[in-house]
C-alpha cells in the first residue's frame, strides 16, 4: 500500500472535534502515513505520541482596518503552503464552519495540483452556527464542494440533509467516531482514593456507600450542565452520592451559583478543564450527559470505554452510542426526576451495574475502536483517490 500524505484541519480549543482529528492524526502516522495538522496551537491529546504528525500553525494577521483577524483567509493560506511544500493528496477538515470554506479557497487556488478534500461535519456546524442565516449559503456551498463528507453518526447525516440541504446525489459517509479502547479502559477495581483526593483536596474520605458521578463537557449551554447537577441534587438525596464536572465554558459561572443555592458544595466538585481525564473516569460509577443535542458524544463513549454506564438524554446521535437498557440509560432531554431515577436504579443494585459496565466496556470495544475506525478512514481516503 503506499503511504498517504494527509493534511488535518482543526480547531485546537477542547471539543470532540479537537480530539477525533488529533487521535486521527496520530494513528494515520502509526500507520505509517505522513500527517501534516494545521491548527492554531496543537491539538490537546496529540503531543501524546511518541509518532511524529507534523504541526503547523495558524497564524492570524491584525490590522487596524480590520475588524476581526480573517481567520477563515489564513486557513486558506496555510492550506496551501503545506499542501504544496509537502504534496499532500488530501486535506480533510474538521468542523465544517470556517474550515471546509478554507479548504474550498485553497483548492481552487491550487487549481490543478491541488489534493482532495474532506470535510468532517461534527455537530453545531450544521446544527446551529452553520445555518445561521449569515453564513448558511458558503457553509452549505462549500461542504457541497468537498470530495467528501462524513459525519459521526446517522443522526447528523439525516440533520445535513435537512437542515444544511445537501443533496442526495452528494455522498455523505457515516464514519462513527472512535476510542482508544487501550487508553479508556476499566480499574481493575475501582479505587474510592483515587477520587478522593480530587474532593475538597482530599480531606473527606469517601464512604463504602457513596457513588460518584462524573460529567464532562466544555459548559456550553447546549450540555444542559444544570440538569446534570439538579438530578444529582434528587439522587444524594435517595443515596450517599458525589458529583465531579470536569471541563470549563460558558455556563461554568451559573452552575456554580446553582451549585451553591442548593447547598451542594461538600459533595460537589468543580475540576476544570483537563486533557487527561482517564485515569479519574474509570473509578467513577455513572457518567451524566444531559445534552439538548450532540451529534455523538465523544465524552460518552470515553465513559462507556472505560466500564461506566451513561445516563444521557435520548437526544441526536446518543441512542446510536449508549444502548439504552444495555449499557446506559436514555431519558428525555430536560427530564431531571426520570434522569435521577434512571442514576439511583442503575446505583442501587449491584449487579445490574456490573452487568451494564461490562456491557459499556465490550459493546465500546466491538464497534468503536480505534483500530478498525482508522481501516475505515483510510479505505475512504483511498476510495477519494481512485485507488479502489
Ligand atoms: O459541534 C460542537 O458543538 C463542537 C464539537 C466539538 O468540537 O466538540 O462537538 C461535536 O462533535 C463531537 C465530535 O464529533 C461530538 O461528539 C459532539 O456530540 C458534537 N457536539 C454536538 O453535536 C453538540
Same mark, same amino acid.
Given at each position: 500500500?503506499?503511504?498517504?500524505?494527509?493534511?488535518?484541519?482543526?480547531?485546537?480549543?477542547?471539543?470532540?472535534?479537537?480530539? !477525533?482529528?488529533?487521535?486521527?492524526?496520530?494513528?494515520?502516522?502509526?500507520?505509517?502515513?505522513?500527517? /501534516?495538522?494545521?491548527?492554531?496551537?496543537?491539538?490537546?491529546?496529540? &503531543?501524546?505520541?511518541?509518532?511524529?504528525?507534523?504541526?503547523?500553525?495558524?497564524?492570524?494577521?491584525?490590522?487596524?482596518?480590520?475588524?476581526?483577524?480573517?481567520?477563515?483567509? &489564513?486557513?486558506?493560506?496555510?492550506? !496551501?503552503?503545506?499542501?504544496? =511544500?509537502?504534496?499532500?493528496?488530501?486535506?480533510?477538515?474538521?468542523?465544517?464552519?470556517?474550515?471546509?470554506?478554507?479548504?474550498?479557497?485553497?483548492?481552487?487556488?491550487?487549481?490543478? %495540483?491541488?489534493?482532495?478534500?474532506?470535510?468532517?461535519?461534527?455537530?453545531?456546524?450544521?446544527?446551529?452556527?452553520?445555518?445561521?442565516?449569515?453564513?448558511?449559503?458558503?457553509?452549505?456551498?462549500?461542504? =457541497?464542494?468537498?470530495?467528501?463528507?462524513?459525519?459521526?453518526?446517522?443522526?447528523?447525516? %439525516?440533520?445535513? %440533509?435537512?437542515?444544511?440541504?445537501?443533496?442526495?446525489?452528494?455522498?455523505?459517509?457515516?464514519?462513527?467516531?472512535?476510542?482508544?479502547?487501550?487508553?479508556?479502559?476499566?480499574?481493575?477495581?475501582?479505587?474510592?482514593?483515587?477520587?478522593?483526593?480530587?474532593?475538597?483536596?482530599?480531606?473527606?474520605? !469517601?464512604?463504602?456507600?457513596?457513588?460518584?458521578?462524573?460529567?464532562?463537557?466544555?459548559?456550553?449551554?447546549?450540555?444542559?450542565?444544570?440538569?446534570?447537577?439538579?438530578?444529582? /441534587?434528587?439522587?444524594?438525596?435517595?443515596?450517599?452520592?458525589?458529583?465531579?464536572?470536569?471541563?470549563?465554558?460558558?455556563?461554568?459561572?451559573?452552575?456554580? @451559583?446553582?451549585?451553591?443555592?442548593?447547598?451542594?458544595?461538600?459533595?460537589?466538585?468543580?475540576?476544570?478543564?483537563?486533557?487527561?481525564?482517564?485515569?479519574?473516569?474509570?473509578?467513577?460509577?455513572?457518567?451524566?450527559?444531559?445534552?439538548?443535542?450532540?451529534?455523538?458524544?465523544? @465524552?460518552?463513549?470515553?465513559?462507556?470505554?472505560?466500564?461506566?454506564?451513561?445516563?444521557?438524554?435520548?437526544?441526536?446521535?446518543?441512542?446510536?452510542?449508549?444502548?439504552?437498557?444495555?449499557?446506559?440509560?436514555?431519558?428525555?432531554?430536560?427530564? !431531571?426526576?426520570?434522569?435521577?431515577?434512571?442514576?439511583?436504579?442503575?446505583?442501587?443494585?449491584?449487579?445490574?451495574?456490573?452487568?451494564?459496565?461490562?456491557?459499556?466496556?465490550?459493546?465500546?470495544?466491538?464497534?468503536?475502536?480505534?483500530?478498525?475506525?482508522?481501516?475505515?478512514?483510510?479505505?475512504?481516503?483511498?476510495?477519494?483517490?481512485?485507488?479502489?
Amino acid at each position: 500500500m503506499t503511504q498517504l500524505r494527509i493534511g488535518i484541519v482543526c480547531f485546537a480549543s477542547p471539543g470532540g472535534s479537537g480530539v !477525533i482529528a488529533a487521535e486521527l492524526a496520530k494513528g494515520m502516522a502509526r500507520r505509517g502515513h505522513r500527517v /501534516h495538522l494545521i491548527a492554531r496551537r496543537p491539538p490537546p491529546r496529540v &503531543a501524546f505520541d511518541a509518532t511524529p504528525v507534523f504541526f503547523h500553525s495558524v497564524s492570524l494577521a491584525s490590522y487596524p482596518v480590520l475588524e476581526q483577524s480573517p481567520y477563515a483567509l &489564513a486557513v486558506a493560506s496555510k492550506i !496551501i503552503e503545506v499542501a504544496q =511544500e509537502h504534496r499532500l493528496d488530501i486535506v480533510h477538515a474538521h468542523y465544517a464552519v470556517p474550515h471546509a470554506t478554507s479548504m474550498y479557497l485553497a483548492q481552487q487556488a491550487m487549481g490543478e %495540483r491541488s489534493f482532495r478534500s474532506v470535510t468532517t461535519l461534527h455537530g453545531t456546524d450544521v446544527t446551529r452556527v452553520g445555518v445561521e442565516a449569515s453564513i448558511q449559503r458558503i457553509n452549505r456551498f462549500s461542504v =457541497e464542494s468537498s470530495d467528501g463528507i462524513t459525519v459521526p453518526s446517522q443522526f447528523l447525516k %439525516r440533520v445535513a %440533509r435537512e437542515d444544511l440541504g445537501l443533496p442526495e446525489t452528494k455522498g455523505i459517509e457515516v464514519l462513527t467516531n472512535f476510542v482508544d479502547t487501550d487508553h479508556f479502559r476499566p480499574a481493575k477495581s475501582r479505587r474510592r482514593e483515587v477520587l478522593a483526593r480530587l474532593f475538597n483536596g482530599g480531606s473527606t474520605p !469517601i464512604g463504602p456507600d457513596e457513588r460518584v458521578l462524573v460529567h464532562v463537557s466544555n459548559f456550553r449551554p447546549v450540555k444542559r450542565v444544570g440538569d446534570a447537577v439538579q438530578a444529582f /441534587h434528587r439522587i444524594q438525596q435517595r443515596r450517599p452520592a458525589r458529583l465531579l464536572l470536569v471541563g470549563d465554558g460558558p455556563e461554568r459561572g451559573e452552575v456554580a @451559583a446553582m451549585v451553591r443555592a442548593l447547598d451542594l458544595s461538600r459533595q460537589v466538585c468543580f475540576l476544570g478543564a483537563m486533557v487527561e481525564f482517564s485515569e479519574l473516569i474509570r473509578h467513577a460509577d455513572l457518567f451524566m450527559l444531559p445534552s439538548e443535542t450532540e451529534s455523538f458524544g465523544l @465524552a460518552a463513549l470515553e465513559a462507556l470505554a472505560s466500564g461506566v454506564p451513561v445516563v444521557a438524554s435520548d437526544v441526536g446521535g446518543l441512542p446510536e452510542v449508549v444502548k439504552n437498557g444495555v449499557t446506559g440509560r436514555l431519558t428525555p432531554v430536560g427530564d !431531571i426526576e426520570a434522569m435521577a431515577d434512571a442514576a439511583v436504579e442503575l446505583l442501587a443494585d449491584e449487579t445490574t451495574h456490573r452487568r451494564t459496565a461490562q456491557a459499556a466496556r465490550a459493546d465500546a470495544v466491538d464497534r468503536f475502536a480505534l483500530p478498525a475506525a482508522l481501516e475505515r478512514y483510510e479505505a475512504y481516503y483511498r476510495r477519494l483517490l481512485g485507488e479502489r
